[in-house]
């Protein structure tokens, strides 16, 4: 449970770190960022876990997403994790970019030769907010996700398999229903093996259908130039499965914006705005 | 002169865009980024150049510095130039991070091998305004500078040699007065030779000694954690020289911060409105 710290930069009063530490759901040396806003000095602040798409790292979102001038306003600690466990000698781990290494897709695996560290799904909703809780000021009865692409499925996962756990959830560009697209048909056959039945426990569509929790509050975030939307992330299958099931969802459609950083960017203070509606409460 | 778009995203309702073009001064092919804020679609609009430094390319400020809010909300067009020729193949260019490749210092170097292409004060100052003034929707009256590091030291001896031509600077940890730090001295000696009053005619604090055109209003920016602030960058000695030539200065200093990108996207809202005061009057 050792963390250590390898990067410390003082940005909008509060102060933006990396950390690493040896996971014991991944079996591996993982790094995250966290960024602790000016008032975790003195008391226990909310917090929001950012799940980061395809092929990044802790860093991306860190570097290019500008969250920290909306988390110091808000007093949010936010943590970054990376994508997939890293260097755990598996063979075929770094052929390709949609699989294994910067895709751990947040499930946790049952095939071999991955199921030994790709447990993505459980260092996120377990692990990782344990050390969280234990070692920063974060208040454990204020957790929100939100992610774009591969982690904005990751984030609708976590949110619906755990009604309660985070208080709310955001997604720029989610791949909404991975059991339909390419991308996610790869990695769930994948991870999880051939039994298409076993997919449905990480597809958003379909747990949405069968939630059964408090009151929810989904918002999807999507360009409308995204060159993914219409094959890998499918909003619109999540938004029937929504009403279907009478859950409320609003998917703010962004005219014009694509799937980068630079989009999501220009409208993560509205993100932070609806959570702070839920964190702050 | 055409010019080659590599890339477009948009971005806060204008669009970041990435162009290379075969550049006269330099003899080679250059790139550089540029954001186009939404009311640049109807008229024309003033121009921020952004210096970076060392190591960096057009890409470090465009993707990390947050910048973009801050032009569209303003209708600032913002160009940010490569650091230095790239691949000129001159024996030595890649040898080391503060020389040559990256490292271009804002100079017309005068030293074989150098001088055919390392001419980036030329560059900066001639060549690519009237490039962005021909191409683009850019107001050739409003145009003000800017940098970090070693482009904090071009944005300065880019404005203080051309009175008028800009109508504000500021700069974030600029290098002051390279003629007394170490890689102000190899840079200027590598590419000016062994005549150390060659060097002045490219170092801010003996130029402003010698200033002689407009009242300007200088503003420079600095983080007292700054591992680079007593050997490299020397804001003392600037300030010291604005003095005695009484030019007004102001060195914001600003407590636990460093020379990284967090902490330029932390006060780069208040430079916008420095320069916001000189473009809009």
């Given amino acids: ?3 250590k710290q390898i990067a410390c930069n003082k940005s909008f009063g509060g102060l933006q770190k990396v950390f690493s530490h040896e996971s014991s759901s991944l079996k591996c ?20 876990y950012w799940l980061s798409g395809l092929e990044c790292t802790e860093q991306n979102f860190m570097t290019k997403a500008g969250a920290q001038q909306h988390a110091a306003v808000n007093n949010f600690i936010l943590v970054i994790p990376d994508t997939s466990p890293r260097g755990c000698n598996i063979p075929g781990e770094d052929e390709s970019y949609d699989f294994g290494t910067g895709a751990g897709f947040y499930v946790d695996a049952t095939q071999d030769p991955w199921k030994t560290n790709y447990n993505m799904y459980s260092y996120i909703t377990q692990e990782l907010p344990f050390l969280i809780n234990s070692e920063f000021p974060a208040d454990p009865e204020r957790q929100s996700i ?9 984030a609708l996962i976590c949110y619906l398999k755990n ?6 959830v955001s997604a720029f560009s989610p791949i909404c229903n991975p059991t339909q697209g390419p991308w996610g048909k790869k990695a769930l056959k994948g991870y999880l093996g051939s039994d298409e ?17 408090p009151p929810i ?36 459609k962004r005219e014009g914006y694509d799937h980068s ?5 220009t409208f993560i203070g509205e993100h932070f705005k609806h959570h702070a509606k839920y964190l702050n409460a």
């Avoid at 009604?163 to 709310?168: D, E, H, Q, T, V």
Wanted: proline share 6%; charged share 25%.
């Fill in 1 to 3: 449970m050792s963390l």
């Fill in 217 to 252: 509050d989904i918002l999807i975030d999507q360009g409308t130039d995204d060159k993914f939307l219409e094959k890998e992330l499918l909003p619109d299958n999540f938004v029937a499965a929504c009403k279907e099931a009478q859950v409320p969802v609003v998917l703010q």
């Fill in 146 to 154: 939100m992610g774009h692409s591969m982690g904005g499925h990751g």
């Fill in 29 to 48: 040396t993982m790094k995250f960022a966290l960024y602790l806003p000016p008032e975790a000095e003195s008391r226990k602040v909310p917090v929001i």
């Fill in 261 to 265: 950083y630079f989009y999501i960017a």
């Fill in 163 to 168: 009604p309660g756990k985070y208080r709310s």
């Fill in 197 to 213: 039945e076993s997919w449905k426990d990480y597809d958003a569509t379909c747990l949405v259908a069968k939630y059964d929790g």
